[in-house]
């Protein structure tokens, strides 16, 4: 997996604003944040997208599912969040390392366009 931006962002080889970090599961800010807090929350290995994760490894779904969480109690997203997974081309999905959006800190729309 060595052209995968996420896997190279885990190996250290492209610089990112690490927020959360676990043994299996990193978070760091998007380079192009659609909300006032915009965090990346990715495993640490690399699966396609959230299909793929959820049938090889479904507690690691669930624990990033759970820094997902910590990190939107530590931005101080007191008032909500939003965590999405785009899942394919249709999905809007561009990087194709499975990641969950953390959007918050402003009232977000729904649904998304
Ligand atoms: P998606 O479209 O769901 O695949 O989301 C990919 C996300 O990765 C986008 O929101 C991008 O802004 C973000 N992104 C791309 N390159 C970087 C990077 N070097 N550091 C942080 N976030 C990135
Ligand atoms: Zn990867």
């Known amino acids: 997996?060595?052209?995968c931006l996420f896997c190279r962002i885990v190996a250290g080889e492209i610089p990112a604003t690490v927020?959360?970090?676990?043994?299996d599961v990193l978070a760091?800010?998007?380079i192009a944040p659609q909300a006032?807090?915009?965090v990346v929350v990715i495993p640490k290995v690399h699966h396609r997208d959230a299909a793929a994760l959820a049938s090889a490894d479904p507690a690691l779904a669930g624990r990033l599912l759970a820094a997902a969480t910590d990190v939107a109690e530590s931005e101080g997203l007191t008032d909500g969040h939003r965590l999405v997974?785009?899942?394919g081309s249709d999905g809007g999905q561009t990087v194709?390392?499975?990641h969950v959006h953390l959007l918050g800190g402003?009232?977000?729309t729904w649904p998304p366009g």
Not at 19 to 23: A, P, S
């Open 1 to 3: 997996m060595d052209e």
């Open 19 to 23: 927020v959360h970090e676990t043994d």
């Open 28 to 30: 760091f800010r998007d």
């Open 36 to 38: 006032p807090t915009h």
């Open 85 to 87: 997974l785009n899942t």
């Open 96 to 98: 194709f390392h499975v």
């Open 106 to 108: 402003r009232p977000l």
